[in-house]
């Protein structure tokens, strides 16, 4: 068996490394760590704007349909910028949310 990642999720990795790289230094989380924001939310709209947080959703309710998988790589590179983003509550608790629900009162 190979484990390793498909062409697309190394892309995927990549792409947002730098991104997070770029975009999520060390000095956001301090702020946001030292001032009265739960996130920084400037951040937050960049990877909204991305389409981060529609990973998992089906096509049919304005996602991408991909899975699990992609949606850990987001998690991981999220994770090793130390992105104050509210990651898990999107990529996982709301996502799976929407994904139980009807298509037609998803959107």
């Known amino acids: 068996m190979d484990f390793d990642f498909s062409p697309d999720q190394?892309?995927?990795k990549e792409e947002l490394q730098r991104f997070m790289v770029s975009e999520a230094p060390l000095s956001v989380a301090r702020a946001v760590l030292e001032g009265d924001?739960?996130?920084d939310t400037t951040l937050w709209a960049k990877i909204v704007d991305m389409g981060i947080p529609r990973l998992g959703l089906d096509e049919a309710q304005g996602g991408f349909g991909l899975g699990i998988i992609e949606q850990c790589i987001a998690a991981r590179e999220m994770g090793r910028q130390l992105a104050p983003v509210p990651c898990i509550?999107?990529?996982?608790l709301a996502q799976q949310l929407l994904l139980m629900l009807p298509v037609s009162t998803a959107l």
Not at 89 to 92: G, I, K, N, R, V
């Open 10 to 12: 190394h892309h995927l």
């Open 37 to 39: 924001q739960s996130y």
């Open 89 to 92: 509550s999107t990529l996982y």
